[in-house]
């Protein structure tokens, strides 16, 4: 590619008639459709982006239009992203499993005129909310089971907007010209996307993103972890998240990768066992799940098949990060690493559909170091980055050679970042950087400092020597408790979360005495060790409430203050008493955000008898909570919950005594 | 604003001619009388619900309907037949296909392989051609699971599609026996009790498919169901048994105001 042509690549739509031009034959996008991956090239891919960009101007799209797309991970939708931006329209795409009430802040908040949706039930939570989003005007959708009896005047299939632009692009050159126009006429500047924020505090605010800033940053990590048009992702995250939009859409577009889209949500587990993707994005629960799953099905096995198993993971342990990581290790270790490699870490990277990874990246929240380093160990490149949808992603990430679980890194390419004194927050400028909030400039300024840096919110200090950014807690998170020691809840959650049976966990303690948390267990684990020790439960609730449960948490727990009485900066803040919650946390009832993330205050509120139990020294408390179904209709859910004391351990003598 | 109205709600109106009639039919075992003097019909297109307390002989009239028993009494004319004595596989050949209670599936075969038996009747390649597996055998199996694929897809059961049914949730068993009683493209689609066992979840979604089945195939569907605000959600009308007799027939608001059936069914806890 010549120089010039290089620097006027500031649009998508630019990049995809680029990738269309270098690399036209090479497959764009697989999607499994009746059981079978079909393909196409990014020569394909521009012939039906223009059609379908032309057919949406026909039916009344034009330059500054906001466009909802709504639904799962499937080609047609990422296809409306680039057909709307072709012709200068704004996608924002929405959490598809937002309720009606979410989905219509949003959708009229940003003024959408038009929606791209996958399917029936997305079409129908859209007509519910019609009245409460006055200018959305027409509807296009993917896949059309049950809707043939609908009225058709403003919902069209996207195969026939599709059809009906590729028969007028056929028809006259000057179609074919306005269009050539249209993408000719996009600029850096212009306003790509709009992606929602999930909301940690409060209503989600509209992140703007623009074009060139946007490709810039994906050029910078593209280049920082050697991305070409050989990769392959699975794309399974949801669409309206900055990850998504960020490691699969403008990546894919940079690099020219191969965006692969699951059959459903359901079947995502297997299509990465098919498709095999070279990188790989996950939270860290996702990889908890899987080592929870592999870990049971493990119990499950053969005497000869469990020995092995833990033999050479245990190899692993020992030698296999250092492998990884370049280290000098004995001839004797390496061979039984390849033999373990031969038998157990191969197979088993391929059940999970890690085969072919080259680099995985995990992030959003702190991933255990023992989770952390058995990924590692099996030879997978698995790093951290940190960063949020206002950077447009990265601000951080972990180069090659220099993997840590306690650190997100240090500052990814171009990125400038700056620790604020006093309150420790972290600040940055980035080339990905967003213009500002949709139709919120209040909110914009609270969030830039006066010389251009973004506040993350997040308290972080960076390492001394490494230059690697490590993140304690949501800066307005971190307080004291009654008597002056420091209480940084996500830290003693975290810890807690370690633990497979622990799902979620609520600490607090800010102006309190002491600490104490609200737990979740996980079903699936123990559930799991429910069905081996045959204890009898009918539901979550008599699960969570079962005196054995109650002893196998307070193990942990135990644990926990432990390894907290071992630093002097923690040790006040052990966990005195602590309780399991009766139901999960929940997104539809607002207790997690849409990227399950607890929102602390707001559970601390709906669960306040349960608080004033553990800090008034009662056995139990009452407690009923309403709960909202997917489809909106409400229920009450009752439960009397014990609260119990867990051990204390003293603080460790400070330096130097240490036996 | 948007302006796009969803399909009409059910009208009560039933719609083509009539598709199976039953006239006079009655059913005994030995002294019991399971079903006495029923006639009723069911037209094409609708979705006809048979209600009744337990034991009225629901069951049994669906059961002489697709052959598996034969009324003493009476006969059915179904696509203006009439015939007395028919066969279950005499039955699904002309087009009649039913789930059951209690799921009947192949517990140890996958879903794929459950959905494709409801295809036997349609394969055509002699024995020949199947033991050689190539040629046109090959070309039928590739059509058939074309066919199969596309009901997975509609059940939206993508993910256990090699999954041993009897490994599957109750819930999901009942989707795969409607699979396969949707993959011998039936006419007339018999259920028994398809939502009986299941959560509300499971429920909805079922009375989704039943209706997009309804929909998109134009099948005619008759239904045995106990949870009355799905029956009256999705049927065109309703017939009512008791002990083996008729008591009302007519539309669901009809059937509902029915101070007989309200006596009979509706006003008993059960």
Redesign the interface.
């Known amino acids: 590619m010549a120089q010039a042509a290089t620097a006027t690549l500031d649009t998508f739509p630019k990049l995809l008639r680029r990738n269309a031009e270098v690399r036209g034959s090479k497959t764009a996008f697989r999607h499994?459709?009746?059981?079978?991956w079909q393909s196409w090239t990014w020569a394909e891919v521009y012939g039906h982006v223009r059609a379908y960009a032309v057919g949406l101007q026909s039916l009344g799209l034009k330059r500054g239009d906001k466009i909802a797309i709504v639904g799962a991970n499937r080609p047609k939708l990422y296809w409306s992203m680039m057909a709307a931006q072709m012709i200068g329209a704004v996608p924002v795409p929405v959490y598809s499993d937002a309720i009606a009430d979410e989905l219509a802040y949003v959708l009229d908040h940003a003024e959408v005129s038009f929606a791209a949706v996958q399917d029936q039930e997305q079409?129908?939570k859209?007509?519910s909310v019609?009245?409460r989003?006055?200018r959305?005007?027409?509807?296009v959708y993917d896949w059309g089971?049950?809707l043939?009896?609908?009225?058709?005047?403003?919902?069209h299939p996207i195969e026939a907007v599709i059809a009906q632009g590729r028969s007028r692009l056929s028809e006259g050159s000057d179609v074919v010209k306005a269009l050539d126009a249209e993408i000719d006429g996009g600029h850096g500047d212009d306003l790509s996307i709009i992606l929602y924020t999930s909301g940690t505090t409060g209503r989600s605010k509209g992140v703007m993103l623009s074009a060139g800033r946007s490709i810039a940053a994906a050029t910078d990590t593209v280049r920082f972890d050697n991305i070409t048009d050989a990769d392959e992702v699975l794309a399974y995250l949801p669409l309206a998240w900055v990850g998504d939009h960020y490691l699969n859409f403008a990546q894919g577009l940079v690099a020219g990768f191969c965006t692969a889209c699951p059959?459903?949500a359901?079947?995502a587990q297997?299509d990465l066992k098919e498709i095999g993707p070279t990188f790989y994005f996950a939270p860290p629960r996702v990889f908890e799940n899987l080592l929870t799953r592999v870990m049971i099905r493990m119990e499950d096995a053969s005497g000869l098949k469990k020995k092995m198993f833990h033999h050479y993971i245990a190899v692993a342990k020992q030698w296999g990060e250092k492998i990884l990581n370049g280290q000098d290790v004995p001839l004797g270790a390496r061979l039984s690493y390849g033999l373990g490699n031969l038998l157990v870490y191969a197979p088993l990277k391929n059940a999970l559909g890690f085969s072919k990874i080259r680099t995985a990246y995990t992030a959003g929240e702190a991933i255990g170091p023992e989770l952390f380093s058995f990924y590692r160990s099996l030879g997978m490149n698995l790093k951290q980055l940190y960063g949020q949808t206002e950077a447009f992603l990265y601000v951080t990430a972990q180069p090659d050679g220099q993997i840590r679980a306690d650190t997100v890194g240090p500052a990814s390419p171009n990125v400038d970042i700056r620790i604020e004194e006093g309150t420790g927050e972290v600040l940055y400028k980035s080339p990905g950087q967003f213009i500002g909030y949709y139709k919120d400039a209040e909110k914009t300024a609270e969030t830039m400092t006066a010389d251009g840096y973004v506040r993350t919110g997040d308290a972080g200090f960076f390492e001394a020597g490494t230059g690697h950014l490590k993140i304690i807690d949501r800066a307005k998170d971190v307080s004291k408790l009654r008597s002056g020691d420091l209480f940084a809840p996500k830290y003693i959650e975290n810890r807690l979360k370690f633990y497979p049976n622990i799902k979620e966990v609520v600490a607090f303690g800010q102006g309190e005495d002491y600490v104490s948390v609200f737990i979740n267990i996980d079903l699936t684990a123990v559930g799991n060790w429910a069905e081996r020790n045959n204890v009898v439960y009918g539901s979550y609730q008599e699960l969570a409430g079962h005196p054995d449960v109650y002893g196998i948490i307070a193990g942990h727990v135990d644990e926990v203050n432990r390894a907290l009485a071992a630093e002097p900066m923690m040790a006040a803040a052990q966990i005195k008493r602590f309780l399991i919650l009766h139901k999960e946390l929940d997104a539809d009832d607002g207790e997690l955000t849409r990227t399950q993330k607890v929102r602390r205050g707001f559970v601390g509120e709906r669960y306040a008898p349960l608080v004033k139990a553990l800090y008034d020294g009662s056995a139990e408390a009452d407690i009923s909570t309403e709960v909202t179904?997917?489809?909106g209709r409400k229920g009450v859910i009752s439960a009397r919950v014990k609260v119990k004391d867990a051990a204390q351990f003293p603080a460790a003598e400070p330096a130097g005594k240490a036996a | 604003?948007?302006?796009?109205?969803?399909?009409l709600a059910k009208t009560g109106i039933a719609k083509g001619e009539v598709l199976l009639d039953v006239e006079n039919v009655s059913l005994r075992f030995g002294g019991v009388k399971a079903i006495s003097d029923v006639s009723f019909d069911i037209r094409k297109g609708e979705v006809r619900a048979i209600i009744g307390p337990n034991g009225a002989g629901k069951t049994s009239m669906l059961n002489c309907i697709n052959g598996f028993y034969f009324p003493q009494e009476g006969h059915i004319t179904y696509k203006g037949m009439k015939r007395t004595r028919v066969r279950p596989h005499e039955a699904a050949s002309s087009g009649i296909a039913r789930t059951f209670q209690n799921v009947a599936l192949f517990k140890g075969m996958t879903t794929l392989d459950n959905i494709m038996t409801g295809r036997t009747l349609k394969m055509n390649v002699g024995l020949f051609w199947q033991l050689l597996r190539f040629g046109p055998a090959m070309r039928e199996e590739i059509e058939h699971?074309?066919k199969v694929?596309?009901i997975?897809?509609?059940l939206?059961i993508?993910?256990i599609?090699k999954i041993p049914v009897g490994k599957l949730p109750y819930g999901l068993q009942k989707r795969v026996e409607l699979g396969r009683a949707l993959a011998m493209e039936p006419e007339l689609l018999l259920l028994d009790e398809p939502m009986a066992g299941m959560n509300l979840?499971e429920k909805?979604d079922m009375c989704?498919f039943i209706?997009?089945v309804n929909?998109?195939f134009g099948t005619t569907i008759a239904l045995i169901e106990h949870d009355m605000g799905v029956v009256m959600d999705l049927s065109d009308r309703v017939v009512v048994l008791e002990y083996g007799r008729k008591i009302a027939d007519g539309t669901p608001e009809v059937v509902k105001a029915d101070q007989k059936v309200i006596d009979a069914y509706l006003g008993v806890a059960h």
Do not use: N, W
């Not at chain 1, 043939?148 to 919902?155: E, S």
């Open positions: 499994k459709d009746l059981g079978i079409v129908d859209l007509l019609t009245e989003v006055p959305l005007k027409t509807m089971r049950g043939r009896d609908y009225d058709h005047t403003h919902l059959e459903s359901d079947t297997a179904f997917e489809d | 604003m948007l302006h796009v109205s969803p399909p699971r074309r694929e596309d997975v897809d509609f939206e993508q993910a599609r979840e909805e989704r209706l997009d929909q998109t």
